[in-house]
């Protein structure tokens, strides 16, 4: 905080500075649509094969859903199986810290649903007052 040319600095500032940078990139992975379906799909049907979440995902691209699965492995939200089958069968499935993100995800779900009518009520007031 700045009060003219004197710099003033909260109690604990850089360690919640530090706290937001840190868990930015674990929010903006969960907080991703195609992460999201994703994840409520392995949690509603269990171990899924790539192809089997391609079509269940409505508008994900093979590149798309290839890159989501990566992040979630990599943040240890889901793990892949390699089977040595010819062709090789890969299976996708929730970790348990995985399976700890379907609570607060529903959660949010239930709220969109709740005040759909709400949010649809102010986006028309926002536009009627923003049109050009």
């Not at 192809?51 to 979630?72: A, V």
């Not at 929730?94 to 102010?122: K, N």
Request: net charge neutral.
């Amino acid at each position: 905080m700045s009060l003219g040319h004197i710099a003033v600095t909260l109690p604990g500032h850089d360690e919640q500075k530090a706290s937001c940078r840190s868990v930015a990139p674990v929010l903006a992975r969960v907080g991703d649509k195609w992460s999201i379906l994703t994840i409520m799909i392995l949690a509603r049907d269990g171990s899924r094969r790539f192809n089997e979440l391609k079509r269940e995902i409505d508008g994900i691209s093979q590149r798309m859903l290839t890159l989501t699965l990566r992040g979630l492995e990599r943040d240890g939200l889901v793990t892949r199986t390699v089977f040595p089958t010819v062709p090789p069968r890969v299976d996708y499935e929730l970790t348990e810290l995985g399976c700890s993100l379907c609570e607060p995800v529903v959660s949010l779900g239930q709220w969109a649903m709740r005040h759909l009518d709400q949010i649809e009520i102010a986006r028309q007031a926002y536009d009627l007052r923003h049109e050009a």
